[in-house]
């Protein structure tokens, strides 16, 4: 059972940085892939990035074009835990979203994960507003 546990968002300004972390506390077996989509009032749910965490590609990672250069995604390398972090620099007022954190078996071609479903797992969500 996954068990996703997020934190960090928050309030920034434009040009500003936060850092979210998300912890899956649940069985990993056959997830390959974790990874942060975002979704706006109004707007579609768009993935974000991605790492994999199983798999002939572990480690590697993806990114939308709309945050490359500016946001990284990482994991903790401790084996016990299955931890990401999302660092989000030059953030702009169109960042502005609920951050989802999500578990799945594969990485999509949009930055995000899948299975199970488009998205796989995800959390709570934590909000990130960018205003001035």
């Known amino acids: 059972q996954v068990q996703l546990s997020e934190s960090g968002g928050g309030s920034v300004q434009p040009g500003g940085s936060l850092r979210l972390s998300c912890t899956d506390s649940g069985d990993t077996f056959g997830n390959n892939c974790m990874a942060w989509f975002r979704h706006a009032p109004g707007k579609e749910s768009a993935g974000v990035a991605a790492?994999?965490?199983?798999?002939?590609?572990?480690?590697?990672?993806?990114?939308s074009d709309s945050v490359k250069g500016r946001f990284t995604i990482s994991r903790d390398r401790d084996v016990a835990t299955n931890t990401v972090y999302l660092q989000m620099n030059d953030l702009k007022v169109e960042d502005s979203a609920m951050y989802y954190c999500t578990v799945g078996t594969d990485v999509s071609r949009g930055a995000h994960c899948y299975g199970p479903g488009d998205w796989g797992h995800w959390g709570q969500g934590t909000q990130v507003t960018v205003s001035s």
């Open positions: 790492i994999y965490i199983g798999g002939p590609r572990k480690n590697g990672v993806d990114y």
